[in-house]
């Protein structure tokens, strides 16, 4: 049987196209699967040394390195200038450079708002979130507080005169601080002490130079026990428990890239920080610390980074510290 021309034409133009389609697949597949990185990996840490974000950071930068998922190292970088806002700024200068990552805080969130930054989280790629970290009430372990109840005894004797240490100004610690102040009445009487990093704010309430903290697990237990001493979390006993159910906060442990960076770069970054969090490394850690391991990326996080930056809008207004 004979093909008319016409025929003939469209047979070969369909068989044309499809060979162009299956090499343009083809080639994206092959533009995401190809890149890696090809010099040292800048690791941000909007956060001073010795806290929180800094110890995950390095966590994560030990068990990538011996399990060898990559083909350059991670080296952490703290940037703690501003709550956070020399590593945002920092980002937003590297705009389309795969080489940098951010671990970040709540700062995130609250530090723009506050210091009308130029940056926000917008502004960034997401990648993947790996944990939401507690929040712990701690005092000093020669003390008679054992409890909230006894603690909010504790601060109205000293009639203002109570400390409270936390990690930089208007960051979560202060933020915890004010819901603290707000749910048992004690606007007034207690005075925030900043420090650089939670391990220095750890130190100082094991030394007795401060009353008390709201530092996260990881900064307070290397004090535990012995030197200082649990009293509620933002999870046992809870605040909910106890009947402030608007006391649970937790801290988003994320990583970020500048925005504009490759496809490919973003595809790469979710697989290995994929592998971490599914690591048995980062589960016993999790564990350990009493952090919530909580693995997501893709559309799932950017709608959660929409989520916290209302609630902290309206935790902020709420609070008088923006109008």
Not at 1 to 25: D, E, F, H, P, Y
Request: hydrophobic share 40%; net charge positive; charged share 20%.
């Amino acid at each position: 049987m004979k093909l008319s021309k016409w025929t003939r034409w469209l047979t070969r133009s369909l068989i044309a196209a499809l060979a162009i389609g299956v090499l343009a697949v083809w080639s994206v597949s092959d533009a995401l699967a190809a890149w890696k990185p090809t010099r040292p990996i800048e690791f941000i840490i909007m956060a001073g040394k010795g806290g929180g974000a800094d110890r995950i950071a390095r966590l994560m930068q030990k068990i990538v390195t011996e399990n060898k998922w990559s083909p350059q190292p991670l080296v952490p970088i703290n940037k703690k200038g501003g709550s956070g806002a020399e590593a945002m700024l920092y980002l937003k200068q590297k705009k389309g450079n795969p080489h940098v990552i951010l671990v970040t805080l709540n700062s995130f969130f609250t530090t723009p708002r506050l210091r009308k930054l130029p940056v926000s989280y917008k502004d960034l790629t997401p990648v993947y979130r790996l944990a939401m970290d507690t929040f712990v009430l701690w005092v000093n372990a020669k003390s008679n507080i054992k409890t909230v109840d006894d603690w909010v005894k504790a601060v109205k004797a000293k009639k203002g005169k109570w400390t409270m240490g936390g990690t930089g100004k208007m960051q979560e610690d202060q933020l915890v601080t004010n819901m603290l102040q707000q749910a048992y009445g004690l606007e007034g009487l207690i005075t925030y002490v900043p420090f650089r990093g939670g391990g220095t704010v750890a130190k100082n309430l094991a030394g007795g130079h401060i009353d008390s903290s709201v530092n996260n697990p990881s900064e307070g237990l290397p004090h535990f026990p012995g030197k200082v001493r649990p009293i509620a979390v933002s999870k046992v006993p809870t605040f909910k428990e106890l009947g402030k159910p608007k006391l649970v906060y937790f801290m988003q442990r994320s990583i970020n890239a500048p925005g504009g960076i490759p496809k490919g770069a973003i595809a790469w970054y979710r697989d290995l920080f994929t592998k971490l969090c599914n690591s048995s490394e980062w589960k016993q850690y999790t564990n350990k610390k009493a952090l919530n391991r909580a693995c997501l990326t893709g559309g799932p996080l950017a709608s959660f980074f929409v989520e916290e930056d209302n609630k902290h809008k309206a935790l902020l207004t709420g609070m008088g510290l923006l109008k």
